[in-house]
């Protein structure tokens, strides 16, 4: 392992010799204030909400469909309220899904 004079990172030299430059994860946190790590934070926090949000309403449709097909069989006024309650969620997710995406 040779370091180099300018700057802190490391090189290292494989097999073939050609160099390799390895980082720390803590060389991201060395330059960074409290206001950077709060921006990266909210951005992870964003990313997050991003991935999930984006599975939600599937589940949500699912449930809908479920209640649609067993409409048959319950009464009419519970397929509606168990429809209702989940398009209701699938509102929330949208809203969350929006703050999200300008997390992230």
């Known amino acids: ?19 390799r430059v390895k980082g720390s994860i ?3 946190f060395m ?3 409290m206001v950077d790590m709060c921006l990266m934070a909210l ?11 984006s599975r939600l309403p599937m589940f949500f449709t699912s449930h ?3 209640a649609i097909g067993s409409a048959s069989t319950r009464d009419n006024d519970a ?10 969620a699938m509102l929330y997710v949208a809203a969350i899904s929006w703050v999200a995406c300008f997390l992230g």
Do not use: C, P, Y
Not at 43 to 53: A, K, L, Y
């Open 79 to 88: 397929s509606q309220h168990t429809i209702n309650k989940n398009v209701v």
């Open 64 to 66: 809908v469909v479920n």
């Open 43 to 53: 951005g992870f926090v964003g990313s997050v909400f991003d991935g999930i949000t």
């Open 31 to 33: 330059h960074a204030d």
């Open 26 to 28: 803590g060389s991201i």
């Open 1 to 19: 392992m040779v370091l180099d004079e300018s700057s802190t990172k490391r090189v290292v030299l494989d097999e073939s010799g050609t160099k």
